[in-house]
């Protein structure tokens, strides 16, 4: 039974021992890391930080989200009822009006309470 992992042992050790040699190789040609003020500040993008990245984001930023999540998981399904729209005749039509129903009425409630508005 044990020898059926093996193969699994082997690559394993190999992984190891790579690992192992590479690290050696960084301490014995790589440089000495330098530590310094500027080093440890935060990094975003080549700038200096404006905010605070602790700060709260508004539920604007969610709405867009999931929006966008509603959307795009709505093209996959009309895609693919479009390709086969001759073939699923009058069943598909009325699956796809059923699943349609809801995303719009989620829609026209997003519109209305302005997620839309920039």
Do not use: N
């Amino acid at each position: 039974m044990l020898a059926q992992y093996t193969g699994v042992l082997v690559a394993l050790a190999l992984a190891v021992f790579v690992a192992g040699l590479l690290r050696v190789a960084h301490r014995l040609l790589g440089g000495t890391v330098r530590e310094f003020a500027e080093k440890q500040e935060p990094f975003e993008c080549g700038e200096r930080q404006i905010v605070s990245p602790k700060q709260r984001y508004a539920v604007k930023f969610y709405l867009v989200a999931i929006l966008f999540v509603v959307f795009d998981v709505e093209a996959v399904f009309f895609y693919a009822w479009g390709a086969l729209f001759r073939e699923l005749g009058w069943f598909g039509f009325v699956s796809m009006s059923i699943f349609t129903v809801p995303l719009v009425v989620g829609l026209v409630y997003e519109w209305q309470k302005g997620a839309l508005e920039w």
